[in-house]
């Protein structure tokens, strides 16, 4: 039987996972802040303190969830050196690490080349800068013999907190849902496919040693449409008016909205939430002392937490952008859910949380 | 007597007060945080550093200060709110309160007879949204309420630094998003103007007593003879659909529990997103708009402790089981 320890198995996709491993023959071992506990507990779920990974020998497999998170993630390198360090104590040097990422790593509205091969780093969104400089590390330092990147469409399905739940309050209180039209590729993964995913690859794929690229997104293809028509419908409700809003994604665009802003606290502002200028204020945040650096950061809002307004921004570019993910993933794998299916779960969800 | 409540103390130096009271108060024009106090030193010299004041004992703490903000676990509120009171401060409570309606009422008979404001910290009561969902339902458009469901559910992330929300018996689910579900409810049914009976038909949780981490109930709430089934359920372990809807005679009205301007209507004849202008639309606008409420002395009265007897009373009977 397979060890595998699964790191931020608290999350979301974390829990359903564990619980996929564990159905599917594995022993299963969740690494976890203490407090989270209850949230394996209640699913039969063993689970390690996170700030001592080795305290359950080394694991066949390690999946890594785990990302920065938190209220000052502006220091997301400790942060991911932190976490590579859990991943090296934790995996056998002959074993199998699986790293989970995204494909924003691509950009918000994917619009940079898509590679099945390391990307450089580059000055970007807070989120985006941290997963790509862990995959970037990890790839530097491999933890262990075989290392899979999996970068993840947007993640859908019953309880999704990021699509399926934010579409679905979306609709019911009258929010934009789509910047112009909701044409744009959806490039969703399910839940439950991408569980699935990584059961297969670190339970069944012999694959050979090194660094392997996986891109998710099985029902990507399928436009926001597909999606927000059935939920509304199942809402009864009408999807609100375009928002024709977007998150400035190129340097040009951010100085224009820069320049459009009135007074020194929207300037600071735009500049702690833009897309570059933010990294540049992060960059200056880190290596000033740690007083002068907490001055500034509460007088800039946190340097790197964006605003309620950029998130809604953002939350559209992402809906709006009319580039497919394009899957790449073990020619091995049939996924297991279809897009009626995965319909069908979020429509059976929505009425079982309450929604009708 | 009248005490300056723009000099603040913050009593507890956990997460609540280092990432929202911290900032929201520095940002508030003429408001100083005049002092610090925990017990774990390291946490005092961390919320000391952030915000300029010093890190002191409590009893210094609310000598310095015209309001003292009591951000401590639950347990402790009760004690150091009443001792803030008797040293002449005016409080602000984070929520939840006091654990029974008896601690709230000699809470109040402290502040009173020492002639001072006692606050509850439910930020919610500012968003857009709840007051325009509030109203709707006085305007009387909808008719009368008959029964309302409360449901707020999500995966728990939220790091205390004491730990309380997993040690603590009303740290659970049922006082911690609960205290501020069910003050949503009271406060858009108009049920936040003093006390209720409460009569509890069902109670499911995942523990055998709190803290609890999930938790369903189904009780009746009279108030002035007016009476209201109340459907809750609360989740640490999963999205739920987080709104309140209430069922009237002539249709039904649904408030987010997320900050937000919109509600949606629902009547025989079709639906209805409806947007408010008054109100704030964010978590951080609502944290904010209460503590300026508060230490500027403007448009704070629905804060006052006494409008949150019926929360108390519901937490007390659900808390206990009895």
């Known amino acids: 039987m397979a060890r595998i320890a699964v790191i931020g198995a608290a999350g979301y996709v974390g829990r359903l996972l564990c619980s996929r491993l564990r159905d599917d023959g594995a022993d299963v071992v969740g690494v976890i802040r203490p407090t989270s506990g209850f949230l394996l507990d209640q699913i039969g779920v063993r689970w390690l303190d996170a700030s001592d990974p080795r305290a359950d020998g080394r694991f066949d497999v390690v999946v890594n969830l785990a990302y920065p998170s938190g209220p000052f993630v502006y220091g997301y390198p400790d942060q991911n050196r932190g976490l590579l360090t859990q991943i090296e104590a934790l995996a056998k040097p002959t074993g199998h690490v699986v790293h989970t990422s995204t494909q924003a790593v691509f950009g918000m509205a994917m619009e940079y080349p898509q590679i099945t091969a390391p990307v450089s780093p580059r000055r970007d969104l807070l989120y985006v800068e941290s997963k790509l400089e862990l995959e970037n590390l990890l790839i530097a330092h491999p933890p262990a013999a075989r290392l899979d990147i999996v970068r993840l469409g947007n993640v859908w399905g019953p309880g999704s907190a990021a699509w399926t739940g934010e579409l679905a309050q979306r609709l019911l209180f009258g929010r934009p849902v789509y910047p112009a039209t909701a044409d744009g590729f959806s490039n969703v993964t399910d839940v439950a496919n991408l569980t699935s995913y990584i059961s297969y690859l670190a339970l069944e794929d012999q694959g050979e040693s090194g660094v392997r690229f996986h891109h998710l997104a099985e029902l990507g293809g399928l436009p926001w449409a597909y999606w927000i028509d059935r939920m509304a419908a199942h809402l009864e409700v009408t999807a609100a008016p375009p928002a024709g809003a977007a998150y400035p994604l190129t340097p040009s665009s951010e100085l224009r909205s820069i320049m459009r802003s009135h007074g020194p606290r929207a300037v600071a502002r735009q500049l702690n939430d833009g897309r570059f200028t933010s990294s540049v204020v992060r960059s200056v945040v880190r290596v000033l002392p740690e007083r002068a650096g907490s001055k500034l950061r509460n007088r800039v809002g946190g340097a790197g937490q964006p605003a309620q307004a950029i998130e809604e921004d953002l939350f559209l570019t992402v809906v709006g952008s009319g580039i497919r993910f394009e899957p790449h993933v073990s020619p091995g794998w049939t996924p297991p859910v279809t897009e009626e299916g995965s319909w069908l779960a979020v429509a059976a969800w929505l009425d079982e949380v309450g929604y009708r | ?322």
């Not at chain 2, 015209?66 to 984070?94: K, Q, R, Y």
């Not at chain 2, 009746?220 to 989740?235: A, F, W, Y």
Request: hydrophobic residues 45%.
């Open chain 2, 1 to 322: 007597m009248i005490v300056d409540r723009q000099q603040v103390a913050i009593i507890g130096c956990g997460a609540v007060a280092e990432d929202m009271y911290a900032r929201g108060l520095k940002g508030l024009p003429g408001v100083s945080i005049v002092a610090v106090c925990d017990l774990d030193t390291e946490r005092a010299a961390v919320v000391s550093a952030a915000t300029g004041a010093p890190a002191v004992p409590f009893e210094e703490a609310v000598t310095r200060a015209g309001l003292a903000v009591i951000a401590t676990p639950p347990a402790t509120h009760f004690s150091l709110a009443s001792a803030a009171l008797e040293a002449g401060c005016d409080v602000l409570c984070e929520k939840p309160f006091v654990p029974t309606s008896e601690a709230a009422r000699k809470l109040e008979v402290v502040a009173t007879s020492r002639g001072r404001a006692l606050y509850v910290g439910h930020f919610r009561r500012m968003y857009a949204s709840l007051r325009g969902g509030r109203d709707l339902l006085r305007s009387g458009v909808l008719g009368a309420p008959k029964s309302v469901t409360a449901l707020e559910g999500g995966r728990f992330n939220w790091q205390a630094k004491s730990g309380y929300t997993h040690t603590d018996p009303h740290g659970g689910v049922l006082f911690d998003a609960g205290s501020h579900l069910i003050d949503m409810a009271m406060f858009l049914l108009g049920f936040d103007s003093g006390p209720v009976a409460v009569s509890v038909n069902e109670v499911e949780r995942d523990a055998p007593d709190e803290p609890s981490h999930a938790l369903t109930a189904r009780l009746v709430v009279t108030q002035d003879d007016r009476d209201i089934d109340l459907r809750l359920g609360l989740s640490r372990f999963g999205l739920l659909a987080n709104l309140i809807r209430v069922e009237c005679d002539r249709g039904t009205l649904e408030v987010p529990i997320a900050p937000g301007s919109s509600v949606r209507l629902r009547g025989p004849d079709g639906t209805l997103a409806m947007s408010f202008e008054a109100g704030e639309t964010t978590l951080g606008g609502g944290f904010i708009e209460q503590l300026r409420r508060i230490t500027s002395a403007d448009g704070c009265e629905e804060l006052l402790a006494h409008r949150f007897i019926a929360t108390v009373q519901i937490l007390e009977r659900l808390g206990t089981g009895e």
